[in-house]
């Protein structure tokens, strides 16, 4: 039984180790201590969060919950895992760049946000915002590559009624040569909140904000939003019913030569002066860049992106919250693949989720070639593909993808456009999509 139960560990979490038996036979470790909270323990999140030391083990320990408590959680958690990780067989590589059926009666306009010779290099992970009805503001990070000194946050307007985009300006400009990184919008009351980050690296980041009265035309000071927080990551926040603003947030730590990923939330009372962060959201795995919507029973709904060994695992994961992001249960894989590349999700007026991103299994930026949309009925328990915006062979990008729904009805998603490959170029421009979502 126990040589199947450590095969059972391997077939779903792809290795197996010191931790991992630790995992599972806590009572064996051969020194040792784990500190389990009783009350939290459905909130443990990445492996080294499990606080697995090898130091001594203790049934009557006073700071943590007993030695059953957390063999009993271990198993739930293995037992769940094989019952919810997506079947091998659902996902063969061979499979990963057949699109379905392309519904091109969905897509009522493309265009490229930049005309002309683009003021820089590369355009990336852009944020899309309805700033009255009919108006559109886009804002994304520019320069030579992302982490190069000249990287610093840009923005253009569109008017629907008019032909194409505004020229953009920049809004941000890099200092002292320390790059920005993913911005973010957001409509809040009549001002818009543009959120980004600063550092050199993701490990680095500190998160800022400036404000517009002016529907994005002029901006006023920056402000840090405090230490520990970073505001949402890539995607936009929500807006609770009492004004609390939820942003969906993450961290990527350095640790020697390993990195850990954690995602979170991120909540203001005060419309942004202040923030407070909250505890980390469970998996067993690495998992950033969350998005979020509010489900159809008022529970928030997130789901993120993963980096997981092996490839049978590459999929999108998706939390269960409770009304205000506070409680979470463990995020769970879904059968929306996720090559380790950013997405974004969104509720429709009608109840619906749609999600845009990377459908393949690969590895780097030969998995970003294929940008796919999928939609759930159930709020995101199930998902169904139903259309591709993009799809090439080679080292061409589409990522990054930001999607919202505009008082008119129409859903409208902005991504990072790729003309030439990597190695030849790269992230050129930016594609905005309009789509009908009655012909989903």
């Given amino acids: 039984m126990e ?23 806590p009572d064996r470790a051969t020194a040792g201590s784990a500190r389990v909270d009783e009350d939290n323990a459905a909130d443990m999140t990445r492996a080294h969060h499990v ?3 090898l130091m001594g083990y203790n049934d009557n320990q006073s700071d943590g919950g007993s030695v059953n408590t957390f063999v009993d959680w271990g198993q739930r958690r293995l037992e769940d895992a094989m019952e919810e990780r997506p079947p091998a067989r659902a996902i063969p590589a061979r499979d990963a760049a057949a699109p379905p059926k392309l519904q091109a009666a969905a897509v009522m306009h493309s265009e490229l946000v930049l005309s002309g010779k683009p003021l820089r290099p590369q355009q990336h992970s852009a944020s899309i915002v309805e700033t009255e009805p009919g108006v559109l503001l886009a804002a994304w990070f520019a320069g030579t590559w992302e982490r190069e000194p000249d990287v610093g946050i840009w923005t253009a307007r569109r008017r629907l009624d008019g032909s194409a985009w505004d020229p ?9 040569g320390v790059p920005t990184w993913n911005p973010v919008l957001l409509k809040y009351g009549e001002e818009i909140l543009l959120f980004y980050k600063v550092g050199l690296f993701a490990y680095s980041w500190s998160g800022w904000l400036v404000r517009s009265s002016d529907g994005g035309r002029t901006w006023g000071k920056p402000r840090r939003l405090g230490k520990g927080c970073f505001g949402p990551a890539k995607n936009k926040p929500l807006v609770l019913s009492d004004g609390t603003i939820l942003a969906p947030s993450s961290e990527e730590i350095k640790q020697g030569r390993q990195d850990a990923w954690e995602s979170h939330f991120e909540e203001s009372t005060d419309g942004g002066l202040s923030w407070r962060r909250l505890r980390p959201i469970p998996f067993i795995g690495k998992m950033i860049q969350p998005s979020i919507w509010l ?18 695992q590459r999929f999108m994961a998706l939390a269960r919250c409770d009304e205000r992001g506070h409680r979470c ?22 109840g619906r989720v749609v999600v845009i991103y990377n459908h393949s299994f690969k590895e780097g930026f030969a998995a970003r070639n294929v940008l796919a949309l999928q939609i759930s009925e159930d709020d995101g328990d199930s998902w169904r593909r139903i259309l591709t915006l993009e799809q090439q062979t080679g080292l061409f990008e589409f990522s990054y993808p930001s999607v919202i729904q505009a008082a008119n009805g129409m859903v409208h998603v902005i991504y990072t456009y790729s003309t030439h490959p990597r190695g030849q170029g790269g992230r050129e421009n930016l594609k905005h999509v309009i789509l009908d979502p009655k012909l989903f």
């Avoid at 040589?3 to 036979?25: C, E, K, M, P």
């Avoid at 159809?296 to 709904?301: E, H």
Wanted: aromatic share 8%; proline share 7%.
């Fill in 168 to 176: 953009p300006q920049e809004v941000v400009r890099p200092v002292k």
């Fill in 3 to 25: 040589f199947l139960t450590v095969l059972a560990f391997i077939a779903v979490f792809g290795s197996y180790d010191a931790t991992s038996w630790a995992l599972l036979y």
């Fill in 329 to 350: 249960a463990a995020a769970k894989l879904t059968t929306v693949p996720c090559p380790n590349s950013g997405l974004d999700a969104l509720k429709l007026q009608d």
């Fill in 51 to 53: 606080e697995v030391h």
């Fill in 295 to 312: 489900a159809t029973d008022g529970t928030v709904r997130m789901v993120g992106r993963t980096r997981m060994e092996p490839a049978r």
